[in-house]
């Protein structure tokens, strides 16, 4: 599964979503001269094929059918549908004493038995490249994502673009440097165009968002060690003239509580300048703002298997619709063992978002989702999982709070893992 950002520096990219909450996996058709043949370019610099081991192969495969009582989360006029998602994904692994190779490809196709324009097929691609020196660390991860029809995407923002193609292409290389036996650099930037089909049309706007951050890490113990972070991000859009520029200083720690829980946590502030051409009088207007910005996550795995997952984050976000928001997001994810065969879990999140001036341009944002599920481990290819998804969101003093609730079945296989 490929990682998703939902901060500024690194642009939430709206993947199709099944009932059950989860990101669906997407399908892309190989181009010339594709991300993995450059991968594998770089790769054939800094790899002895006589080192080398064998590549690891992860296959695997859903189906699942479920019932949403309102898929377009509408205040009014609700109107429910089955769903039929069906997911498949293929990730190789290989890796030396001082490289690691990650290649993935996947596609999802969602099917809306009542609503056939939240059909949506999607894919995607990407690679990610390690190289290790005595005391430099080397990465660059690449990705692409194209899908079709995009009706409600996550928070911080709700795109209603049905029956149009969307794609998006990142790149993200980083630099570690270990200083001396205590203290780490890093130095990371990433890239990432999204564009849309009929953009302007459909209340979308392609838009770019580029960064770079500088950290540091000092071990003080074992186990404690002082971490900060400088970064500058920049966003424009591509149909009209809107533009921020968002400087933020973070400081905080990380905490190895035990051999199976970390704590780690850094606050700060953000200083952002919009630079926004007003569409009635072609007036250029310029704006500064001021806001907070943090992150802290905690991790704990149980010794019977499973474990828990606190994360919470505030930063600035773009919502595919030509404006940044100030997007404040608290994530929690519980699995418990219940027996060899049986697994209970339990995922839910919280999304407000505002605009970074404090402005209500079209009301705050708000949104809730809990999805508790029960998995059974029929073989060890083979797990069958049932479970419900409620949804919450309202926009402030807009109009009423949107509800929905769906229930789904979900039958997963995954593939030997050897070549």
Known sequence: ??????????????????????????????????????????????????????????????????????????????????????????????????????????????????????????????????????????GLSLRYITQSTLYSQQPPSQLNQVNQQQDTVSVNPSWGYILSERTTLDLAASFHDVSYEDAGLVRTSDYRVGSVNLGVGHNLTERFALTGSLGYERYETQDITNEYDNVRFLAGGSHQLSEISSLAAQAGIRSTEQTREEPLDGRTLTKDSLGPTFSLSYFRQFEAGGGLSLQARRDLAPTGSGEVVDSTGLLASLSIRLRPQWQLGITASAFRSRSPSGDAVRGDETSYSIGPRLSYRIVESWGLSIGHLYRSQGFGDLGDDAVSNAVYLNLSWAGPRDL
Do not use: C
């Open 1 to 138: 599964m490929i990682e998703v950002r939902r901060r500024f520096g690194g642009a939430p990219i709206p993947h199709p979503v099944g009932v059950d909450g989860s990101l669906a996996t997407p399908v892309h058709s190989p181009k010339p001269l594709s991300i993995a043949q450059a991968a594998g370019l770089l790769v054939a610099l800094g790899t002895d094929p006589a080192s080398a081991e064998r590549w690891r192969l992860e296959p695997s495969a859903s189906l699942q059918l479920g019932y949403d009582d309102n898929p377009q989360l509408l205040s009014v006029d609700a109107e429910g549908s089955f769903l039929t998602t069906l997911n498949a994904s293929l990730r190789g692994t290989r890796s030396t004493e001082v490289s690691d190779l990650g290649v993935a490809i996947g596609f999802a196709g969602n099917r809306y038995s009542d609503a056939p324009d939240l059909d949506n097929t999607s894919g995607y691609a990407g690679m990610d490249l390690g190289y290790r020196l005595e005391r430099h660390r080397f």
